[in-house]
């Protein structure tokens, strides 16, 4: 892929972010999801490339979606693999609550996980605790690892979740540690790229999460030397069957992040849409809206912080 790809890339996480933060608490989250997914795939198609969306949200026929299988791009160019969320934390925005994001992943064709958009059991961390996790593992047995990694003590740790009947036990398992807890209304692709940035507080991410998600946090992480587990969670005979379908037999399997996303060759781009600990939301004023992105491609491992100035009346931006 060309390096130059990664500047196409932001602009198209940007003007989602632009046209979904118009929706910051107004209570609209299917209207604020519709206006990122339009404005993504805009902008998308205006890129040379030849791209696939192989995780996503939706299927062929939940349009306006950008559906797996979807084609993107102009059809010249390289052929690549898309992992999508127009917007990551819909109902974030229409509370106006933090750490939305309209992200991609993009990678060489064939070279990120192809699955259909269902739950996975994800663990995350950052460079330090690289190697000493296992999904497989007790909580506290990977908490106490990260805190020896962390020159830490576990008291010290903090541990994002997501806040759901689900995780109850798990959070019980987290308390019984010690460790401190960040539970979250959603939001778990920020949380996960947090866990390699210092300074947001945030040590590790544990729990189910979607899929898609589960895709671009692991390519994020690869591209900042973190690691990311994942296990996929069929919950009904058919999320089974669509599985197969894309040829994943072995449901148990942990999903290591070179088998979510294969080689280096890989670009993490997100845009704050409401506030976050890492990225400021969009930011708007008269005819000017400012966004704020993150860029990290796996090759190189260079991660930029990128503001941008938006006129809001040229359309051509
Ligand atoms: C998580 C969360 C997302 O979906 O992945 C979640 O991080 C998983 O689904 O922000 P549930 O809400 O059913 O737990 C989101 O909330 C939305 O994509
Ligand atoms: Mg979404
Ligand atoms: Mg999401």
């Known amino acids: 892929m ?20 118009q929706w910051m608490g107004r209570g609209k989250k299917e209207e604020a999801d519709e206006a990122a997914t339009q404005a993504m795939r805009d902008k998308f198609n205006s890129i040379q490339m030849k791209g696939t969306v192989v995780i996503g949200e939706g299927e062929m026929d939940e349009a306006p979606m950008l559906f797996i299988g979807e084609k993107l791009g102009t059809g010249t160019g390289s052929e690549i693999d898309i992992a999508v969320d127009p917007l990551e934390g819909t109902n974030i925005v229409a509370a106006g609550t933090s750490n939305a994001l309209a ?19 994800k663990i995350a961390v950052g460079p330090e605790s690289v190697g000493k996790i296992d999904i497989n593992a007790p909580v506290i047995k990977n908490l106490t690892a990260v805190a020896n990694a962390k020159n830490k003590n576990i008291e010290d740790l903090v541990v994002a979740i997501l806040d759901r009947e689900r995780h109850e036990k798990m959070i019980q398992e987290i308390r019984d540690s010690g460790a401190r807890i960040k539970l ?11 866990t390699a940035f210092d300074n947001t507080g945030v040590d590790i991410m ?3 999460g979607g899929a898609p998600e589960g895709v671009l946090a692991a390519t994020a992480l690869k591209s900042l030397g973190g690691e990311f587990q994942g296990k996929l969670l069929p919950q009904t005979e058919e999320e ?3 599985l197969k379908k ?16 294969k080689g280096d060759d890989a670009y993490f781009v997100a845009t704050g849409v409401t506030n976050g600990e890492l990225l400021k939301g969009v930011q708007y004023k008269g005819n000017i809206g400012t966004t704020h992105s993150i860029v990290m ?3 190189t491992g260079t991660v930029r912080f990128i503001e941008g100035q938006h006129s809001l009346i040229n359309k051509n931006n």
């Open 206 to 208: 544990l729990g189910s």
């Open 103 to 121: 992200t991609i992943a993009v990678a060489d064709r064939g070279n990120l996980l192809h699955a259909p958009d269902m739950y996975m059991e």
């Open 2 to 21: 060309n390096r130059n790809l990664s500047m196409e890339l932001v602009r198209v996480t940007e003007a989602a972010a632009l046209a979904a933060g």
């Open 297 to 299: 491609r796996a090759k």
């Open 184 to 194: 979250m209304q959603d939001g778990d692709v920020a949380a996960a790229i947090n």
């Open 240 to 242: 089974k069957n669509r």
């Open 246 to 261: 894309m040829g994943i037999l072995d449901f148990n399997k942990v999903l290591l992040m070179d088998d979510i996303v």
